[in-house]
């Protein structure tokens, strides 16, 4: 699959993972991944602002809830969809086709190292898709080059793990007594960009002014009851158990439902998380 695929050797493992089974796991799960981030849709759209006629980039669109959101807005305009999942852009076309949103197209690519056209956008985007760049001032340098000037980068990415309940919960269940080794805090993955001194030197390197970081707290939602949420959640992290033993992978399991199931209540599986809003422009 990534054979086929043109990507930054730094970025190389992340194509690995998400243009493969992590990939596909999302795809089949589009409308829960989507349903999970619903409470920060609607202050990370103002930021946005998508105005009538516009060009529209959308960096790690997985699924292309954010893309689509993008040309409604734009009409006229145009909402270009990046990612490195063929797996996701599949349904993200397939549902931009069912609302018949022409002005939607998806491409799969690394956007740290696409050569998009120069100054052709007016806005980029990314809902939690830019915390995996193996080199993010090369990725963030690019995108600025994708940008007219005046051009606005608005990204939506996870504070520090503290602040996210569910990821402390899931991985204290999954871990099942093991101290699990802890990633270096500039690593690709979803917490990266936590710390927001870092994300603005990175976005002011990159060429961007004024980078803008606003604290965002919500639930984060993974399924109407604890069956559903708990089939989802060990889908996603099922891989943590491999190498326990049969009680050790019991005590897991057990762990994993009880703290999904503490969290159901009227609406759902809900956990805390909270999320840095960061914008930046093009001089």
Excluded at 38 to 67: I, K, M, N, P, W
Aim: proline share 7%; with cysteine; hydrophobic share 40%.
């Amino acid at each position: 699959m990534t054979s086929a695929l043109d990507v930054d050797p730094a970025n190389a493992e992340q194509a690995r993972a998400w243009d493969g089974d992590e990939g596909v796991y999302w795809a089949e799960h589009a409308d829960q991944f989507d349903r999970a981030l619903r409470s920060y849709r609607t202050r990370f759209l103002e930021a946005s602002a998508v105005g009538a006629g516009q060009r529209v980039l959308d960096v790690g669109c997985g699924t292309g809830e954010t893309t689509r959101e993008a040309a409604r807005r734009t009409l006229a305009g145009e909402a270009l969809g990046v990612d490195l999942s063929a797996s996701m852009l599949r349904v993200a076309r397939l549902r931009a086709g069912e609302e018949h949103l022409d002005n939607a197209a998806f491409l799969q690519a690394d956007a740290q190292t696409h050569r998009f056209t120069p100054e052709a956008f007016d806005v980029a985007i990314s809902r939690t898709g830019t915390m995996f760049f193996g080199d993010p001032v090369a990725a963030f340098r690019n995108i600025a080059r994708a940008l007219r000037p005046g051009g606005r980068f608005v990204q939506l990415v996870w504070q520090a793990p503290p602040r996210n309940e569910w990821f402390g919960a899931f991985t204290k269940a999954m871990a099942a007594g093991r101290v699990l080794p802890t990633p270096p805090p500039d690593a690709p993955g979803p917490f990266s960009l936590a710390d927001p001194q870092r994300t603005r030197t990175l976005l002011a390197r990159a060429g961007f002014t004024g980078p803008g970081v606003e604290s965002l707290q919500g639930p984060m939602y993974f399924g109407p009851d604890t069956d559903r949420a708990y089939r989802f959640v060990l889908g996603l992290l099922g891989w943590m158990l491999d190498g326990l033993d049969r009680p050790d992978r019991d005590r897991a399991l057990a762990d994993l439902r009880e703290t999904i199931e503490a969290h159901e209540g009227p609406q759902g599986v809900e956990y805390a998380s909270a999320t840095w809003l960061v914008t930046a422009t093009v001089p």
